[in-house]
């Protein structure tokens, strides 16, 4: 099968997926807050809705570790393949673990190993994005290289905000802590569906032009 058709599907399944377990575990979560409490605390030990939302990122996951793999395997420029291998490396040294054997505690459980690693596990795949954000803005110029940019401060700068708003955890005071980490995450997520279709346009359309 042609890689080319997979990245776009592969990508809007894996944003679609997440969207739709973010929705519908924040609805059946009782009390719980979007606003000001963090994603994570939808797959935390002790939530109610774990299953749900833990099999929605996995899900999520894997298609990604598809696109990534995809681009491995179609990009012409070694700085595109790198995206694509930076994408399955975010699969394999963060996407398996993070929400599964090192995820959160609940705000009603004790801390404990577990959100060390959580956080760790986070702050790799912080690193990972943006990285990737950078990659990308120096791969592709023009409109493209300047939505990356504007991408990575919007990712960086709310997710340092989210970062600071669950310091506060402690004493369950976290304001706009899931606001702040929703809009660092669907920034993400739009700008891994415009890097595909750019890719599916830009890498193929060089590699067609060079044979």
């Known amino acids: 099968m042609n890689p080319r058709r997979l990245l776009v599907p592969a990508v809007v399944a ?8 973010d929705v519908l575990a924040s609805w059946l979560y009782d009390g719980y807050s979007a606003r000001d409490q963090a994603i994570s605390e939808l797959s935390a030990f002790g939530s109610p ?3 749900l939302m833990v099999s ?3 899900v999520h996951n894997v298609l990604l570790l598809v696109f990534g793999i995809g681009i491995v ?5 070694r700085i595109v393949r790198w995206i694509g ?3 399955i490396a975010d699969f394999v ?3 398996l673990a993070t929400h599964t054997f090192w995820a959160m505690s609940s705000r009603d459980r004790p801390p404990g190993f577990n959100d060390t690693m959580h956080i760790a596990l986070s702050g790799v795949f912080s690193l990972l994005v943006l990285a990737m954000l950078i990659l990308s803005a120096v791969a592709f110029p023009g409109w493209f290289r300047w939505y990356a940019l ?10 340092v905000a989210s970062a600071f708003a669950m310091r506060g955890l402690d004493r369950n005071d976290t304001p706009w802590a899931g606001g702040f980490e929703r809009i660092n995450a669907y920034a993400y997520f739009a700008w891994l569906v415009v890097l595909a279709v750019m890719v599916g346009r830009r890498e193929f359309e060089g590699r067609s032009e060079g044979r």
Do not use: K, M, N
């Open 56 to 58: 929605a990122i996995l």
């Open 49 to 51: 809705v774990r299953p």
């Open 85 to 87: 291998a930076l994408q």
């Open 14 to 21: 894996a944003v679609l997926i997440y969207t739709a377990g």
């Open 150 to 159: 504007a991408t990575t401060v919007v990712v960086a700068g709310f997710g």
């Open 73 to 77: 395997l179609a990009a012409r420029r």
């Open 93 to 95: 040294l963060v996407g």
